[in-house]
Antibody, heavy 123, light 109 residues
Framework: EVQLVESGGGLVQPGGSLRLSCAAS????????MIWVRQTPGRGLEWVSG????????YYADSVKGRFTISRDNSKNTFHLQMNSLRVEDTAMYYC????????????????WGQGTLVTVSA | QSTLTQPASVSGSPGQSITISCTIT?????????VSWYQQHPGKAPRLIIF???NRPSGVSDRFSGFKSDNTASLTISGLQAEDEAEYYC?????????FGGGTSLTVL
């Protein structure tokens, strides 16, 4: 059974940093791209960042480019989102998701989702 | 402006069929069949129910079907059931970027 478990969310002040992690199991992690998607009540679902199966290619939404860094460790079946220079508008539930197709560009469809980790950016 | 536009809400009675539209305003992605649909119940993570316009993942009821014509995709739910009451999102993608519609709230009367 595929499982994705996020961690690392919390309350942080504007300008601060957080590192989200996602632990994956139940599939051959090293052959699937992985993606972070966030959700806010006002803005719905928003694709944030994706990383290829090998980790060589990364993709970012314009809203986080230059502030967030995605990475993965295929030896530990985990991937991460380092979030720097956080803004109030980054407040959201962050989901880690798995690409449906093996060795595909991390652009969906996303066939498995974690339960999410809440990030709150507030003074 | 949103790249994928959905109605804010739709409703239907049990047993009826409803259709949710998703208008793709970007010509860059309208020509591709990378349309997916996700169902989300309150407090839960989204769930993939349709991918590549018409395909259902294993375990998804055949009451869910997808279609696309030109720049408009649609999700039809037939034989509405109370459990179908949820938020539905369309999604499309190109060159490593993914876009979501604003979501449609389905109420089963």
């Amino acid at each position: 059974e595929v499982q994705l478990v996020e961690s690392g969310g919390g309350l942080v002040q504007p300008g601060g940093s957080l590192r989200l992690s996602c632990a994956a199991s139940g599939f051959t992690f090293s052959t699937y791209a992985m993606i972070w998607v966030r959700q806010t009540p006002g803005r719905g679902l928003e694709w944030v960042s994706g990383v290829s199966a090998s980790g060589d290619s990364t993709y970012y939404a314009d809203s986080v480019k230059g502030r967030f860094t995605i990475s993965r460790d295929n030896s530990k079946n985990t991937f991460h989102l380092q979030m720097n220079s956080l803004r109030v508008e980054d407040t959201a539930m962050y989901y880690c998701t798995k690409e449906l197709w093996q060795n595909h560009v991390p652009q969906g469809p996303f066939d498995h989702w974690g339960q999410g980790t809440l990030v709150t950016v507030s003074a | 402006q949103s790249t994928l536009t959905q109605p804010a809400s739709v409703s239907g009675s049990p047993g009826q069929s409803i259709t949710i539209s998703c208008t793709i305003t970007s010509s860059d992605i309208a020509g591709y069949n990378y349309v997916s649909w996700y169902q989300q119940h309150p407090g839960k993570a989204p769930r993939l129910i349709i991918f590549d316009v018409t395909n259902r993942p294993s375990g998804v009821s055949d009451r869910f079907s997808g279609f696309k014509s030109d720049n408009t995709a649609s999700l039809t739910i037939s034989g509405l059931q109370a459990e179908d009451e949820a938020e539905y999102y369309c999604s499309s993608a190109l060159f490593g970027s993914t876009f979501f519609g604003g979501g449609t709230s389905l109420t089963v009367l």
